[in-house]
């Protein structure tokens, strides 16, 4: 059974900066390329960014300036390090594995496990 566990998630305040992380159980981990997506109440599932076994990554352009995607094979997880947040930034953040790769990383249709999410709220 795969198990993706998201940690981290809290809140802050504006300007803070907040580092989650998801680790990976029941799937061999090199073999998946991971990804953060984020969800805010009344709003459709966006993508934050994605990394491929090699850490390769692409970012949404709304947060690459600010966001940060990185993974450590050796430990099954893989991280999202936030800085500057803004009070839009408040969402369920998810993580989410595929083990087929295709160009469409931004599309939630194309994973195959997800994280139960974690919540990031930001205030002012």
């Known amino acids: 059974q795969v198990q993706l566990v998201e940690s981290g998630g809290g809140s802050v305040q504006a300007g803070g900066s907040l580092s989650l992380s998801c680790t990976v159980s029941g799937y061999t981990y090199h073999r998946l390329g991971m990804a953060w997506f984020r969800q805010a109440p009344g709003k459709e599932r966006e993508a934050i960014g994605y990394?491929?076994?090699?850490?390769?990554?692409s970012v949404n352009d709304s947060v690459k300036d600010r966001f940060t995607i990185s993974r450590d094979n050796s430990k099954n997880t893989h991280y999202l390090q936030m800085h500057n947040l803004e009070i839009e930034d408040t969402a369920m953040y998810y993580c989410?594995?595929?083990?087929?790769?295709?160009?469409?990383?931004?599309?939630?249709?194309?994973?195959?496990?997800w994280g139960q999410g974690t919540q990031v709220t930001v205030s002012s």
């Open positions: 990394i491929d076994w090699g850490g390769r990554t």
């Open positions: 989410a594995a595929r083990t087929v790769w295709t160009p469409l990383w931004y599309d939630p249709g194309r994973y195959d496990f």
